[in-house]
């Protein structure tokens, strides 16, 4: 059969024919071929033409092959059925073979293709007998097959740490055909994996895979890869033991690796440590001692040739709450303004760890960069408190109290000398009422008025020597023929007597009568009257002694009982009589009214406004007897008979005679020296009653101070007193008068204050305006609060109060005798050694009926022991404690109220115990409210106040005389506290 064909399929099998004689001539020279198959020359799209026709030399045949696929994929059979025809067109039944280029790759058995390598291969039947070849040839495509295994290709295969090597991740199927698929590197420790590549980050050798996403069951082969050092590049600094924070005495070791760029140690690479520059204690071993809190740093430096890399580790040690300073107010700061600024606080808070929060009395305070600090306060007259707090952030809390006085006046005292230069005006205010002057009841063995004490005073006075001219020398007088009588005898008998009366007169000393006097106040005055004498005690009486002589001649005269006749004898006789008389004044009254008065700033005025005297019963005492002796006469038979005569009976104008002879001259004599009495006396009376009130109001003394803490290192103190009278006035109610007080003592101190805070209107919230009181008991004494805080200002202005105190004997209230710490442990030995920063003050500014004791800075040094251990604590102890004084029937009572302030800031505490206690937090825990328990609510008396004493106010005043005080009130008005006393 003849095809036709266009000129391209003409040209196609020109080559055919051409390309199948060549392989003719080719399988000719390789002599006779296998029946089975031909192998045909391996054809490829460079060199073979697949159109060429293939035709035998003798009778045209044509050759055809046909593949059942032309692709497939590895592993895969294709069948090749080949045809060969005539010329004609006509099947010829022959022997024919496949043949197959490349020759590798795929097997042929017969008629069938067994696929291995992928790739594309040219399939022809030939005719073996006529070796004759298709030329047209049939293309077949082997595809690879399904994946099977992965093999990871590493260039290079070894890197240093920090460079890259890429990785060729290869798929094959079971023939090994490389399959395209999507394929990763695995990533491990050790290795950066980015994309393909990998970058070596620990040194050591690896084992790198790949991995299809697609196929995660395929089979991996790793490629090694070796990572080795760099060179350094880092130094890392170790601390053994490594902790957050240390305390004070641990001991650390310092280390360090040296790393290259990777972070892979090198060893054996010189470096240097840098320990701290302070506290640090070197050890053996390398090791270092932290001693105390604080910041310690350490650094290691590479040495050259190395690059100077270097690292630090800064370690904190801590073991308390930060660093906290109050640098003003210092610690017993005595300020003065006038409360309408406040107080700036500065300080500093620091610590190694950081602050994380400050507080003063509250309120958050910012911190500076440096940890400076300012924080205002608005003051209050008296302690101010300052509670400072803050914490680290490691959570170590501290706290600190300092305190300051603040006034808007301090009474200076550094450049006082005296009492005098430090007195107070109008400290004391006294009030006497009318019944204390004079209650009309006058019983010298109770004195309680000032009438009764001026009596008592009078009476030991010698008014003798207030009367010039009274000593009278004895006189004598004779009252001729003063004896003419006849007086019946015994027996019968008749005396006559006739003769003259010659008295003697001898005077004694004057004496005078016990005085009366009587004082009433009145507006600016009082006035007083004085009497002297009553019924029974004449105001002035003059004792005489008279001694009477009669020279007489007696006649006796008898009846004779013989004669009837009268007997008469006669006797010249002389008769004594010594009397005892007086002159005397029955009564005296004196009646003054006396000014008196003293105003702020003015000297006292006393003066007698009025003086009214008089004189009742002047004369000689009355003799009862006078009974003369003239010894005896002989008389026969009746033999001795005495002879005595009363003048008064038998001579009743004797007492005429009397007063005309002996008062006459008598009061002559005295008349003058008694008008002179009159002004001396009232004198007495006036300066006795202004003295005494005066001397009971002004008084320069010194007064021994007993060792106020019971120890024996406290120095003796004597306190100068200086009292002084300010005012004095009168009304009908009663005197009243202003006293200035002046309280001092010799330095004993190193504290140098600005001196007494004064009340001062406690930063005007109050007007303190001294005044006199309403009086409502007979003695009424307000006392200035600046008087008191005046005396406990010297008792630790001296020095008194830095002693030593045992407290041992305080027994269950802070250990010994039942008391001591929690857990039953007894407290012996308590001795507590106080150094008071600030002097101990009565606040009565801000209290509604109470007033406050303060006591601000106060260091204690306490040594006790626990179980027979020492213990010791340092402490700052702040106190503002609730006090009230009640006055009652017996006499004042102290009330201990609430607690303010009772605060312990604890500097220091150690002791035996030490390590089974914080001996800190128990004596903060366990003193204050042992202290609290123990004195909250306490009431001291009433304490029974001892009688005034008088006797050594004034002079001649017998010892012991006293007032007896009782029935106390007590109240309190702007600054004073008045004390009412009823006088028993």
């Known amino acids: 059969m003849i095809e036709k064909i266009d000129l391209l399929q003409a040209v196609q099998r020109i080559k055919r024919i051409f390309l199948a004689s060549a392989v003719l001539l080719l399988g000719l020279a390789g002599g006779a071929c296998s029946e089975s198959s031909i192998k045909g020359t391996p054809v490829n799209d460079n060199n073979v033409d697949t159109d060429v026709l293939g035709e035998s030399s003798n009778s045209g045949w044509l050759i055809e092959t046909e593949l059942s696929t032309h692709e497939v994929h590895s592993g895969e059979t294709v069948e090749v059925t080949c045809t060969v025809v005539d010329a004609q067109g006509n099947k010829i039944d022959t022997h024919t073979s496949v043949w197959v280029t490349p020759e590798t790759g795929i097997g042929i058995n017969t008629t069938t293709l067994k696929t291995s390598k992928a790739g594309k291969y040219l399939v022809a039947c030939q005719l073996t007998s006529a070796a004759l070849l298709d030329a047209t040839m049939e293309e077949l495509t082997v595809l690879p097959g399904e994946p099977h295994t992965i093999r990871a290709v590493v260039d290079p295969t070894e890197i240093t740490a920090g460079s890259t090597a890429n990785v060729d991740c290869v798929v094959t199927d079971y023939a090994g055909n490389v399959v395209d698929v999507a394929t990763s590197v695995e990533p491990q420790p050790g290795l950066d994996v980015v994309d393909h590549g990998v970058t070596g980050i620990k040194t050591g050798e690896y084992k790198v895979s790949c991995t299809s996403p697609d196929y995660p069951d395929i089979v991996s082969i790793p490629g090694p890869l070796k990572v080795v050092a760099g060179i350094p590049a880092k130094v890392v600094l170790f601390i053994d033991p490594e902790e957050e924070t240390y305390k004070p005495g641990a001991v650390v070791h310092p280390t360090w690796k040296v790393f290259d760029g990777s972070g892979n140690e090198l060893k054996k690479v010189a470096a240097t440590l840098t320990p701290p520059d302070h506290d640090a204690v070197p050890k053996a071993g390398g090791k270092f001692l932290l001693p105390v809190d604080g910041l310690y740093t350490f650094t290691v430096t590479l040495d050259p040739p190395s690059a100077p890399y270097s690292d630090s580790k800064t370690l904190l040690v801590d073991s308390k709450g930060p660093t906290l300073v109050i640098d003003w107010p210092q610690r017993g700061e005595t300020i003065q303004g006038t409360g309408e600024q406040p107080v700036i606080i500065v300080g500093h808070c620091t610590d190694p ?37 803050a914490r680290d952030n490691q959570g170590y809390d501290i706290r600190i109290t300092p305190t300051y006085y603040y006034s808007t006046t301090y009474q200076p005292w550094e450049s006082a000398d005296s009492a005098a230069e430090v007195r107070l005006d109008n400290a004391i205010l006294a009030g006497m009422s009318q019944a204390f002057l004079d209650d009309g009841v006058h019983d010298p063995a109770h004195p309680n008025d000032i009438a009764t004490l001026l009596e008592i005073l009078l009476g030991l006075l010698d008014l003798n020597t207030l009367v010039p001219g009274l000593s009278i020398p004895p006189f004598d007088t004779t009252l001729p023929d003063a004896l003419n009588l006849e007086i019946p005898g015994p027996f019968g008998l008749t005396f006559v007597v006739e003769g003259d009366i010659q008295l003697a ?45 009669a020279p007489v001649t007696l006649t006796v005269l008898a009846d004779n009982p013989f004669n009837g006749q009268p007997l008469s004898f006669d006797f010249e006789l002389v008769g004594v009589s010594v009397l005892e008389s007086g002159f005397q004044v029955e009564h005296i009254g004196i009646f003054t009214a006396l000014d008196i008065s003293k105003f702020p700033g003015n000297d006292a005025e006393i003066s007698i406004a009025d003086i009214v005297f008089e004189v009742d019963g002047v004369g000689l005492a009355p003799l009862k007897s006078a009974v003369i002796d003239f010894g005896q006469i002989q008389l026969p038979i009746l033999g001795n008979i005495p002879i005595q005569f009363d003048l008064l009976a038998i001579l009743p104008q004797i007492q005429d005679v009397m007063d005309l002879v002996v008062l006459d001259p008598l009061w002559d004599m005295i008349e003058p020296g008694l008008s002179g009495l009159i002004e001396p006396l009232i004198d007495s009376i006036v300066s006795s009653v202004a003295t005494t009130i005066v001397s009971l109001l002004n008084l320069e003394t010194v007064v021994p101070l007993p060792n106020l803490l019971g120890g024996t290192d406290a120095p003796p103190v004597d306190l100068e007193v200086s009292l002084g009278l300010d005012s004095i006035l009168f009304t009908d109610a009663g005197g009243t008068g202003g006293l200035g007080l002046g309280l001092w003592t010799t330095k004993g101190t190193e504290r140098t204050p600005l001196g007494l805070p004064l009340r001062d209107g406690c930063l005007g919230a109050q007007e303190v305006e001294p005044g006199f009181l309403p009086l409502q008991k007979p003695l009424e004494v307000s006392g200035l609060t600046d008087m008191l805080n005046q005396l406990m200002f010297a008792i630790w202005w001296s020095g008194a109060l830095d002693g030593s105190v045992d407290l041992s004997a305080l027994g269950g209230l802070l250990g010994g005798g039942g008391g001591g710490l929690p857990g039953g442990i007894d407290l012996d030995g308590l001795i507590l050694k106080p150094t008071f920063l600030l002097p101990p003050i009565l606040n009565d500014c801000d209290t509604e009926g109470w007033s406050t004791l303060q006591i601000g800075d106060l260091y204690v040094d306490l040594d006790v022991a626990a179980l027979g251990f020492p213990i010791s604590a340092q402490m700052f102890v702040d106190i503002s404690l609730q006090v009230d004084v009640q006055g009652g029937p017996d006499g004042l009572a102290v009330v201990l109220g609430e607690f303010d302030i009772l605060d312990m800031e604890i500097l220091s505490a150690a002791g035996g115990l030490g390590s089974l206690f914080d001996i800190g937090s128990i004596l903060e825990s366990f003193l204050i409210p042992a202290i609290k328990d123990g004195i909250v609510g306490l009431t001291l008396g009433p304490i029974p106040l001892p009688g005034l004493p008088l006797d050594g106010l004034v002079p001649g005043i017998p010892p012991g005389t006293t007032f007896q005080l009782g029935d106390f009130t007590v109240q309190k008005n702007n600054g004073y506290a008045t004390i009412g006393v009823g006088i028993k």
Request: aromatic residues 6%; charged residues 15%.
């Open 353 to 389: 760890s950081g602050v994380e929060w400050l507080k003063i009395n509250g309120e958050t305070v910012t911190l500076g960069e440096d940890g400076a600090f300012e924080a205002p306060m608005m003051p209050g007259w008296g302690l101010n408190w300052i509670v400072a707090e």
């Open 505 to 549: 007169v001898q005077v004694g000393n004057l004496e005078f009568g016990k005085p009366a006097i009587s004082i009433d106040a009145r507006d600016l005055g009082i006035d007083t009257s004085i009497g002297l004498g009553n019924e029974t005690n004449p105001a002035i009486l003059l004792p005489i002694t008279l001694t009477i002589t």
